[in-house]
Structures are given as structure tokens and as C-alpha cells.
């Protein structure tokens, strides 16, 4: 979606931390999500936040929002070589429901 | 396992043809999503349904179409399909109250349009 924008791919070392990062650009977005999809799998809803918190802490994962800049981040703490997956950042805008998605970004972990 | 459950996992078919797609929310879950995955357009929102009403629009063509019966099932028919309508479809639900804000997903119906 042209709403949300993500970089197309990250690779990262086994054991080291990810930061997938994501903008957005309608400023009353009520709640961001992470996505998370395998080969072949659905997507997998991995966290989401809540758009008046600033940090959400979830075992391996850490999601830091900045309203003013429009940015949302996805740390991934001690990557796994099970971490590699297409991340999807997306926002759900003040009126309705439905999500807009980013275009997703490929994570690649090296052993 | 998001309990969300689509039907059929693949489909192929040829252009001109018509297919019906299904999807069964979560139990509990009142609100139905349609969206389409393609390379070139990402994912795109098609169509919502919430107990048995269409509640929101997005990119979804004239040809196709989505209906939300009394078990709060959903199908999606595509008709008169294009090769361009070759993609993986989504279904997502989301519960009533507090639990709206969480979209689980199945995981797709992946159509080929020969």
C-alpha cells in the first residue's frame, strides 16, 4: 500500500538483533501491527500497539512507535534462523476497521 | 493455527471461468475481510462483512463479489476471471467488543488463472 512503507530487505547474523522498520503516513491510525509470513503460510499477527503507547515489549520482540515521525519499528532479539520470513507492518485508520499493509519486508537470517 | 479456515488451499482454472471462495472465521468472530496478495500490488483490502452486512469497501472489481451468510461463513466469487486475477485471496476475522482490533488470517486460497 502507498500508506505504508517499508524497506524490501534485511539480512541479519544468527544471535544478532533485527530492526525491521516502517513509515505511515494517516496520523490518526488507531493500532499498527506486525505481520509476520512464512513460504507458503497465511499471515501470522506477531504484536500490535496501541497508538497512543510509545513501546510494546513481547518476549524476543520490542515495537517502538514514534507518532510524531510516523515511524514504527520491529526489534527481534537473538534472531533465529526461524525468524527468516516476509515482516508486514500495517495500520488501522481511525474510521473502519480494515488494515492497509505495507509491502513487506524480506528478513533473511544467516546462520 | 488461527482458527480462521479457507477453502480451497489452491485453485486453478481458465480465463472466462467463475470460482467461489470460502472461509470460515474464528468461532466468536462477527467481522469478515477479503484481500488479495500480488506480487505487483502487495496486499489489497477487498471487502469487509460484519454480521452479515457489508461494512466496508476497498479495491475490489465489478466482477467480483463476497456475501456473509447467517453462520458468519463468507465466500468470495470471482467471475470472469483474467489472468491478472491469478493471486493468493485472504480471508481474516475479527471478534466483537474489545477484540476488534486483532486481525487473524487463514491461510489463503491460492487461485491460477491459465
Known amino acids: 500500500g502507498e500508506d505504508v512503507e517499508q524497506s524490501l530487505f534485511l539480512s541479519v547474523r544468527e544471535g544478532d538483533s533485527s530492526v525491521i522498520n516502517c513509515t505511515y503516513t494517516?496520523?490518526?491510525?488507531?493500532?499498527l501491527y506486525w505481520y509476520k509470513q512464512e513460504p507458503g503460510a497465511g499471515l501470522q499477527l506477531l504484536t500490535y500497539?496501541?497508538?497512543?503507547?510509545d513501546m510494546k515489549q513481547d518476549q524476543r520482540l520490542t515495537v517502538l512507535l514514534n507518532k510524531k515521525d510516523k515511524h514504527l519499528s520491529l526489534r527481534i532479539a537473538d534472531t533465529q534462523t526461524g525468524d527468516s520470513a516476509i515482516y508486514f507492518c500495517?495500520?488501522?485508520?481511525?474510521?473502519?476497521?480494515?488494515?492497509?499493509f505495507g509491502g513487506g519486508t524480506r528478513v533473511l537470517v544467516k546462520p | 493455527d488461527s482458527g480462521v479456515t479457507q477453502t480451497p488451499k489452491h485453485l486453478i482454472t481458465a480465463t472466462g471461468q467463475r470460482v467461489t471462495l470460502r472461509c470460515s472465521p474464528r468461532?466468536?468472530?462477527?467481522?469478515v475481510y477479503w484481500y488479495q496478495q500480488s506480487l505487483d500490488q502487495g496486499l489489497q483490502f477487498l471487502i469487509q462483512?460484519?454480521?452479515?452486512?457489508?461494512?466496508a469497501k476497498g479495491n475490489i472489481l465489478e466482477r467480483f463479489s463476497a456475501q456473509q451468510f447467517p453462520d458468519l461463513h463468507s465466500e468470495l466469487n470471482l467471475s470472469s476471471l483474467e489472468l491478472g486475477d491469478s493471486a493468493l485471496y485472504f480471508c481474516?476475522?475479527?471478534?466483537?467488543?474489545?477484540?476488534?482490533?486483532?486481525?487473524?488470517f487463514g491461510s489463503g486460497t491460492q487461485l491460477s488463472v491459465l
Open positions: 481474516a476475522s475479527s471478534g466483537a467488543g474489545t477484540g476488534t482490533e486483532k486481525l487473524f
Open positions: 462483512y460484519y454480521n452479515g452486512e457489508e461494512r
Open positions: 494517516d496520523s490518526s491510525s488507531t493500532y
Open positions: 500495517a495500520e488501522r485508520k481511525a474510521a473502519g476497521n480494515k488494515l492497509t
Open positions: 468461532s466468536g468472530d462477527l467481522s
Open positions: 500497539i496501541f497508538s497512543n503507547m
